[in-house]
C-alpha cells in the first residue's frame, strides 16, 4: 500500500532551501507518527511530495494510516494507492476498469500514463491501450484529452501498477517544530482547545500550562483534552504540560484586591507567571483563547493592561473570532466534548467587573497583593511530559451529608465577602469559617479526629475541595448539602 503525500501549497511556494528543509521535518514528523502503528514503514521525498508506503495490508491498517496522515500539519491532501503486479497491457486495462469503470458512465475521461524501469510498451501505448478500452467496455461520455470530467492516472514502475483510489483531505498548515515552540494557557475550554490547536497546525510545538485555582476535578479535566490534542494532532514532538498551584494566588487576590478588578489582576498574575514558566523552557510567546468581548476581562482596554505585566508575546489567534465559529473548530476536532463537560473552576468572580480598568489602579490594587505567595506558586509548577496524561487521574469519591450527625463540624468555606452577606447557622452544630483559599494551608490545624461537611452555596466549590483535601490523604472530609 502507497501513499502520496502534497504538501501545503504555502510550503511549496517557498524557497528551495526552506522548501526542502520543511519537506525534512514533515517527512520525520510523519515517521515519528506512524511507526508506532507500522515499524517497518518507508517514506521517501520526491521534490514536492512524500511517497509513504507499508507492506502491511489490511484494511483495518489502511484505515489507521489514513486517520493519522489527515492529522499532520503540513499535508494539503493524499493520495491513495493501489498497487498491483501486472505483466500485459490487457492486464492494465481490466484493473483499471475494475476500478474506475462505474464513475466513467456519461463522463468524458482520458488516460495518463508514467512509467519507469523495463516494460515491452510505451507509456503512450498504455494510454492508447486502457484509453480506448474502457472507451469500449464502458458507457463513457468519450475520451477528452484537454479538460476531460475524470483523469486517471497510472504509474508503471517495472512489472508493477500503481493506480490512484483516492484523495483524502490532509490538515494543512506548516509541519510541527518549523515554527517557533509557544506555551499555551490552557483553561480546557472551548477557546483555549482551538487556540491551541491552531498553533499546532501553524507548525509550533505547542507546550500547556494550567493553572489550578483550586480544582481538582478542572485539573483532571484539562489533563484529559491535553492528552487528546496532543495525541491527535502533534503526537510527532514530546511536549510538557505544567500545572501551576494557583489557590494561593487566588486567595491573596481575593483578600486583597477590590472586586472590580479581581478578575484583570488574575490573569495579570497568570501572565506573569506563564512568562516565567516559558522563560524557564527557552519559550518565547504565550497562547491564550481570548476573544474581544467574550468577558468582562476580555475588552481591548483590559487585555492591553492584562498585556502591560510582562515583556513575554501573548499571541490570540481568536481575538476577532465568533463564539459560534470557535465552538464548531472545537466540534470539529473533537474537543468540544471535553469542553462540554469540564467542571471550570474560578473563585474569582467579581460582582460587577470593571470593562474598562486602569493601568494606575490596577498597579495600586497589586501594591496590596504579597507576590511572595505568586512566586511560590510558580517555584511549586509541576513540569510533566505530557505523555505522562494518558493515564487518567482517579478522583476520590466524595461523601454528601445533611448534617444529621450533630458531631460532624460544619465547614463554611465560601469568600469572607459571601460568608459577611449571609452567615451561616445550623441549630445544633458547631459551624467554622475558613475561606476555600485557606484550606490547603489551615485544614491540617483542625483536631483530626473530627469529620468535617464543607458547606458553600452553590455545592460545587465544597465539592472539589473535599476531592482536593481527600487527594491528600484526609478521609475525614464530606460535603454539606442541607
Ligand atoms: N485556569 C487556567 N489555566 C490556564 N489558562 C487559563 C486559565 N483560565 C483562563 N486561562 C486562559 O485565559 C483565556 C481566557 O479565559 P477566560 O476564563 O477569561 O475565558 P473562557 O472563555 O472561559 O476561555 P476558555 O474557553 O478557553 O476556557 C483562556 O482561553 C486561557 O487561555
Known amino acids: 500500500m502507497k501513499f502520496i503525500i502534497k504538501l501545503h501549497p504555502e510550503i511549496t511556494i517557498k524557497s528551495k532551501s526552506v522548501r526542502q528543509r520543511m519537506s525534512k521535518i514533515l517527512q520525520s514528523n510523519i515517521r515519528n507518527v506512524l511507526k508506532p502503528l507500522d515499524e517497518n514503514i518507508k517514506i521517501r521525498s520526491d521534490w514536492d511530495k512524500l511517497i509513504v508506503r507499508t507492506n502491511i495490508f489490511t484494511e483495518s491498517h489502511r484505515l489507521a494510516l489514513i486517520e493519522s496522515l489527515a492529522c499532520i500539519p503540513g499535508i494539503q491532501s493524499f493520495l491513495e494507492v493501489i498497487e498491483h503486479k501486472v505483466e500485459s497491457l490487457d492486464e492494465i486495462l481490466t484493473l483499471t476498469q475494475e476500478m474506475f469503470g462505474d464513475q466513467l458512465a456519461g463522463k468524458t475521461f482520458c488516460v495518463r500514463a508514467k512509467r519507469r524501469g523495463q516494460q515491452s510498451f510505451s507509456s503512450l501505448d498504455v494510454e492508447r491501450y486502457v484509453g480506448g478500452g474502457l472507451n469500449q467496455r464502458c458507457d463513457t461520455g468519450g475520451v477528452k484529452l484537454k479538460k476531460p470530467d475524470i483523469q486517471i492516472n497510472l504509474e508503471l514502475d517495472g512489472e508493477r501498477l500503481y493506480l490512484i483510489s483516492q484523495q483524502h483531505a490532509g490538515l494543512g498548515g506548516y509541519p510541527i517544530a518549523t515554527q517557533e515552540s509557544v506555551l499555551s494557557l490552557m483553561s480546557g475550554g472551548y477557546d483555549s482547545g482551538v487556540s491551541s490547536y491552531q498553533f499546532i497546525k501553524r507548525g509550533s510545538r505547542v507546550h500547556y500550562c494550567f493553572f489550578n485555582l483550586g480544582g481538582a476535578e478542572h485539573e483532571a479535566g484539562v489533563r484529559e483534552v491535553v492528552y487528546y490534542l496532543w495525541k491527535k494532532f502533534g503526537s510527532s514532538h514530546r511536549v510538557k504540560f505544567i500545572s501551576v498551584p494557583f489557590e494561593e494566588v487566588v486567595g491573596e487576590i481575593l483578600e486583597k484586591v477590590d472586586n472590580g478588578h479581581m478578575g484583570v489582576v488574575l490573569k495579570r498574575m497568570m501572565m506573569r507567571a506563564g512568562a516565567a514558566v516559558a522563560e524557564k523552557l527557552a519559550i518565547n510567546a504565550l ?196
Open 287 to 482: 497562547v491564550t483563547g481570548e476573544s474581544m468581548g467574550q468577558v468582562s476581562s476580555q475588552t481591548v482596554t483590559n487585555l492591553n493592561v492584562i498585556d502591560r505585566v510582562t515583556d513575554t508575546l501573548i499571541l490570540r489567534p481568536l481575538i476577532a473570532a465568533d463564539k459560534q465559529d470557535i465552538i464548531d473548530i472545537a466540534r470539529q476536532i473533537g474537543t468540544a466534548a471535553y469542553a462540554e463537560k469540564m467542571p471550570e473552576y474560578c473563585g474569582v468572580i467579581s460582582q460587577s467587573p470593571t470593562i474598562k480598568a486602569k493601568l494606575g489602579k490596577v498597579e495600586h490594587e497589586e501594591t496590596n497583593f504579597d507576590f511572595a505567595v505568586l512566586d511560590t506558586a510558580i517555584q511549586a509548577a509541576f513540569v510533566e511530559d505530557v505523555r505522562k496524561l494518558e493515564q487518567k487521574w482517579e478522583l476520590p469519591e466524595v461523601e454528601f451529608s445533611q448534617g444529621e450527625d450533630l458531631a460532624e463540624v460544619i465547614l463554611d468555606i465560601r469568600s469572607p465577602e459571601e460568608e459577611e452577606e449571609a452567615p451561616l447557622s445550623v441549630p445544633g452544630h458547631k459551624v467554622v469559617t475558613m475561606p476555600f483559599f485557606k484550606l490547603s494551608s489551615q485544614f491540617t490545624e483542625l483536631d483530626p479526629g473530627k469529620t468535617y461537611l464543607l458547606y458553600c452555596a452553590r455545592g460545587v466549590m465544597s465539592r472539589l475541595q473535599a476531592i482536593h483535601l481527600k487527594e491528600q490523604g484526609f478521609d475525614n472530609v464530606k460535603v454539606y448539602k442541607p
